[in-house]
């Protein structure tokens, strides 16, 4: 599987119309790192071009909060010197630093 940049996910995201669009820690993705991309309807064009790309599968959820309807977690990467890691707990998020 080949690692994708936050930076990339975040553009792609941006074409398709994402409502936000952040990254968070992951213990399931083979990165460590995920992209939440926000959606206020379902994602369906944005998840296939992102799979015919990178070549494999993401994440579409419809969670009971949020800052849109659907979320999708595509695994990324980050650059190491802008991780500021808080308290651990699930679900948190990481703050990227400018």
Known sequence: MQA???EFVQGLAA???AVE???RESDRSFTGF???VWFSS???EFSVKWSAVVGYS???RCPSSGPAAFAVSVPCTVPG???SLGP???GSRVRRLV
């Open 34 to 36: 995920v992209a939440e």
């Open 15 to 17: 074409e398709f119309g």
């Open 4 to 6: 994708v940049p936050f």
């Open 81 to 83: 010197a802008q991780v």
């Open 88 to 90: 651990a707990s699930r």
């Open 21 to 23: 669009c952040y990254w």
């Open 42 to 44: 379902l994602p369906s």
């Open 58 to 60: 993401v994440v579409v």
